[in-house]
């Protein structure tokens, strides 16, 4: 399967998984958030396949770091920039600018236990296919 084809079924994946768990939490969510679950998981499949051999608990907590920048910057433009107000931390404890705080983060790497397990069963897919499927 060729990436760009490959990065759009994840993006996918990613963007209605997001906007489904903003629902089921928030009971509402914003196109923005399916655009950023699509950008996170694309960002956390392609850092999985290539640091294979991390233990879990570094696996969680890097994707934790890298769902958390990943939201910081789109809450900076969603939010900061273009004042949509899809969500606001500022009540939390250790904010940053009301769009990142340490509770949502601890979320995020919690999260990260099966969107690890997801990601090792679609590479092992992708690996089976490019085998059956040899490129000329």
């Given at each position: 399967?060729?990436?760009?084809?490959?990065?759009?079924?994840?993006?996918?994946?990613?963007?209605?998984?997001?906007?489904?768990?903003?629902?089921?939490?928030?009971?509402?969510?914003?196109?923005?958030?399916?655009?950023?679950?699509?950008?996170?998981?694309?960002?956390?499949?392609?850092?999985?396949?290539?640091?294979?051999?991390?233990?879990?608990?570094?696996?969680?907590?890097?994707?934790?770091?890298?769902?958390?920048?990943?939201?910081?910057?789109?809450?900076?433009?969603?939010?900061?920039?273009?004042?949509?107000?899809?969500?606001?931390?500022?009540?939390c404890?250790?904010?940053?600018?009301?769009?990142?705080?340490?509770?949502?983060?601890?979320?995020?790497?919690?999260l990260?236990?099966?969107?690890?397990?997801?990601?090792?069963?679609?590479?092992?897919?992708?690996?089976?296919?490019?085998?059956?499927?040899?490129?000329?």
């Open positions: 399967m060729n990436r760009l084809k490959s990065d759009c079924i994840l993006f996918s994946i990613g963007g209605v998984g997001y906007a489904l768990l903003e629902i089921l939490w928030r009971r509402k969510t914003h196109w923005t958030m399916a655009l950023t679950g699509g950008t996170c998981f694309v960002s956390l499949y392609r850092f999985y396949q290539r640091h294979s051999k991390m233990k879990l608990v570094s696996r969680c907590l890097s994707g934790s770091a890298i769902i958390t920048f990943i939201e910081f910057f789109c809450g900076c433009i969603v939010n900061l920039k273009y004042k949509l107000n899809v969500w606001d931390y500022s009540d404890r250790y904010n940053l600018k009301g769009q990142v705080c340490p509770f949502y983060s601890t979320l995020w790497a919690l990260c236990i099966p969107l690890s397990a997801l990601c090792n069963r679609i590479n092992k897919r992708e690996k089976s296919l490019a085998e059956f499927h040899p490129r000329p």
